[in-house]
């Protein structure tokens, strides 16, 4: 409970910085977020390597390997798709996302070493972040058939970090 409010918290402070940084620079603000969004799988992967190395394999090993490599992959395509638009197109903003998403990708590299499952429900909470973000964009926009995809793509993650925290603890937290 404590670690889930400490999630919340570091989430709320995050987003609103980023969301002040980024106001009315839509595509540089996803573009962010989408650089960010591919680090928690790439580490929960680095560390299911690592585990699987020193013989840790657990059940459901190989599941959630295959499942971030593609959640990792489908993050990629939604960062080439903003950087398609432009989102990348300013140095500053490609070094505040890559600095950033260093001490991101290390902090759930530790994070998931130590708990999968607070490391599931940060994502998790990140996930519906990044689904509200394109939900309002497309609200205030209007039809735009890509955004909705993404956004799609964004609660199926949702749904997987669900089923991931319910096969380590046998119920879906957050
Ligand atoms: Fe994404
Ligand atoms: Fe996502």
């Known amino acids: 409970m404590v670690m889930e409010r400490l999630n919340g918290l570091c989430l709320q402070a995050s987003v609103r910085l980023i969301d002040w940084l980024y106001e009315g620079r ?16 790439f580490a929960f992967l680095s560390v299911l390597h690592l585990k699987e190395s020193m013989g ?18 489908n993050e990629t395509e939604h960062l ?15 070094a505040f996302a ?22 599931y429900h940060l994502s998790y909470e990140i996930e519906i972040h990044a689904a509200v973000t394109y939900a309002k964009y ?11 995809e993404i956004l799609n793509d964004e609660l199926r993650h949702v749904y997987e970090l669900g089923e991931a925290m319910k096969s380590i603890n046998g119920k879906v937290r957050g």
């Not at 080439?80 to 490609?94: C, F, L, P």
Request: with cysteine; glycine share 6%; net charge negative.
């Open 26 to 41: 839509d595509y540089q603000r996803f573009w962010v977020l989408e650089e960010v969004a591919r680090a928690p799988y």
């Open 138 to 148: 497309l609200a205030i926009n209007g039809e735009d058939e890509k955004i909705l």
């Open 80 to 94: 080439e798709y903003m950087e398609s638009r432009g989102g990348g197109a300013y140095w500053v903003d490609r």
């Open 98 to 119: 890559k600095h950033l998403v260093l001490i991101y990708y290390w902090i759930n590299v530790v994070y998931y070493w130590i708990s999968p499952c607070f490391a």
């Open 56 to 73: 840790l394999r657990g059940d459901k090993h190989l599941y959630l390997m295959r499942e971030h490599f593609e959640q990792s992959v």
